[in-house]
């Protein structure tokens, strides 16, 4: 079992920056960050391979968020600039417990984090 903790969320207004962190208690493999906002289902933001060489973005964030990891700390990040009142959403981090899979789905990921959440005034 590998325990995921987000931080890094809070208020910002619109044009800003937040990076939010998510630290494993254990290796992961393929990781995530998804968000959620009331009423709506959780969507896929961005995810990154276990190597760090290949990520991929949801359209909407494409350009303005980063995601990165850094396996000596079992941490991934995501540094979101440019942010916009519709970034606003409580923001998850998921894992993979097996690699070699770079995916959007989320019945995909094996562990999930508590939330963060991140409102963006205008």
């Known amino acids: 079992q590998v325990h995921l903790v987000e931080s890094g969320g809070g208020l910002v207004q619109a044009g800003g920056s937040l990076r939010l962190s998510c630290a494993a208690s254990?290796?992961?493999?393929?990781m995530g960050w998804f968000r959620q906002t009331p009423g709506k289902e959780r969507e896929f933001v961005a995810a990154?391979?276990?190597?760090?060489?290949?990520?991929y973005y949801a359209d909407s964030v494409k350009g303005r968020f980063t995601i990165s990891r850094d396996n000596a700390k079992n941490t991934v990040y995501l540094q979101m600039n440019s942010l916009k009142p519709e970034d606003t959403a409580v923001y998850y981090c998921?894992?993979?417990?097996?690699?070699?899979?770079?995916?959007?789905?989320?019945?995909?990921?094996?562990?999930w984090g508590q939330g963060t959440q991140v409102t963006v005034s205008s």
């Open positions: 998921a894992a993979r417990q097996i690699g070699g899979l770079l995916t959007t789905t989320r019945r995909e990921y094996d562990y």
């Open positions: 254990g290796r992961t493999y393929t």
């Open positions: 990154i391979l276990w190597t760090g060489t290949s990520t």
